[in-house]
């Protein structure tokens, strides 16, 4: 039986490039995009203006309605007829029609006896942090509809088995883009939500020199059609996303504080989340916009991402395949160790629902900011950096494994040496403290592996108290399918 959520998801729910192709709901879109751009006319010719079209308006009805007897008035929405959305990615997305909205509303609703609770729209809600934090808003009672667009940067299957969990606790995920205006706009429509988490994004730092232009859909494209959609919205919502302890960059000051220079970034990647930073100040200065960056330090956890490094390691060190561990050049650093400042994912989860709960009102309606509204960036680590070389011992214990290690120097991948979050602010202002130290979160991390990966394994593992690494280099060999 797979594993539940126990309270974990940076995925890519990211966003693909929609903008080439052709929008199906005419209608609909069209008269949102007049809605946005109208003047206002004076009263007079207003008033001329309407007895005119009126005239025409009747004149042509009449016409219609005597030439074509079977005509009826095209619905806003047809019903339960799905629209295929604006995938590049191969999925068969479809949304739209009635039984959908009923759907995406019941999912949005609030639970809690009193009714005061959020609605929100959780964006990379497939992802690994999305699916733990969509997960945790529903258990307290929010209003909670996912946005996915289950792309296979890594196995789509795992983020089907994450949906598939929240579908169990209520949550829907609309396969969607959230560079799909369309689909945004409609999703505003239909639900008055008050937040919106945005977490899908096209995440990890060494892949962006393999797909460089995917960064920037999902995390430039993407973020900027997400701002477009909420600033129109009514209520506008408040916007709470994922940023990354990358922003840093090459910043030598330490512990990283939110003060720190942000403008030397050693990745791509880093650059299109410094780039969504700026651009939330623009919808934030212009439109009202209540906005949070939360900065993530490497996040790991169950139901996590197999692109990340303690994932593939356990993959295989657990095949017995050689891991390759980076060590600094020395180049003059205050670090000679490579360290990562590892965040548990519970953590990060209790980070991000104090952030929603302390993010003050957009000011904005109908696309008019009415006055000054929160601007916040935080970050969220543990504080306690740990070498990699110490991430596999811990590795090596908790699976019974000797890993192969093949250590070489660090090559220039746009990874960085070393991560340390200073947290002082977002213990203060959200309450946020971490409580989990890497061996505590990576027991927990193995444990959903071998259940998860190895089921048989795992059984075996419980009623022997051990395991025997012969027995794990075989089994894994023909179940894991991660990575
Ligand atoms: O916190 C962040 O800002 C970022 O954390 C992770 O990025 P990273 O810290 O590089 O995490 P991993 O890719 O899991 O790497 C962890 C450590 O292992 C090292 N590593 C990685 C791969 C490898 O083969 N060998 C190796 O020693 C890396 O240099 C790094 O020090 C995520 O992948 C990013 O999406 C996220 O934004």
Known sequence: MAPQLNGASGS?????????????????????????????????????????????????????LLLSPSAAPTPRVAPDSP???????????????????KKVRASARVRRANGRGLSVLVTGAAGFVGCHAAAALRRRGDGVLGLDNFNDYYDPALKRGR?????????????????????????????????????AAQ????????????YVRANVAGIVALL????????????????????????????????????RPASLYAATKKAGEEIAHVYNHIYGLSLTALRFFTVYGPWGRPDMAYFFFTRDILAGRPITVYESDGGGTHQTTISRDFTYIDD???????????A????????????????????????SPVPVTQLVDLLEKLLKVKAVRRV??????????YTHANISLAQRELGYRPSTDLQTGLKKFVRWYLEYYMPGLADKQKQHGSSNSKVLLDRNGSTNSAG
């Open 12 to 64: 890519a729910g990211a966003t693909s490039g929609a903008a080439a192709v052709k929008p199906q709901f005419h209608h609909f879109h069209h008269h949102r995009l007049a809605a946005r751009h109208h003047h206002n006319p004076s009263p007079t010719s207003l008033l001329s203006k309407l007895a005119f079209w009126s005239v025409c308006s009747l004149s042509l009805l009449l016409a219609f």
């Open 83 to 101: 629209r295929r959305s604006l995938h590049t990615s191969p999925s068969t997305a479809t949304w739209g029609g009635t039984a959908w909205e």
């Open 163 to 199: 949906a598939a969990l929240l579908a169990r606790s209520g949550v829907y995920v609309v396969d969607g883009d959230i560079a799909d205006a369309e689909l945004l706009d409609k999703l505003f429509d239909v639900v008055p939500f008050t937040h919106v988490l945005h977490l």
């Open 203 to 214: 995440a990890g730092v060494r892949h962006a020199l393999v797909d460089p232009m995917s």
């Open 228 to 263: 477009e959609a909420a600033r129109v919205a009514d209520p506008q919502p408040a916007i709470v996303w994922a940023s990354s302890s990358s922003v840093y960059g090459l910043n030598s000051h330490v512990p990283f504080s939110e003060h720190d220079r942000t403008d």
């Open 348 to 358: 990060i989860v209790k980070g991000c629902v104090g952030a929603l709960d302390t």
């Open 360 to 383: 003050g009102r957009s000011t904005g309606s109908g696309g008019k900011k009415r006055g000054p509204a929160p601007f916040r960036t935080y970050n969220l680590g543990n504080t």
């Open 408 to 417: 070489v120097k660090m090559p220039r991948n746009g990874d960085v040496p």
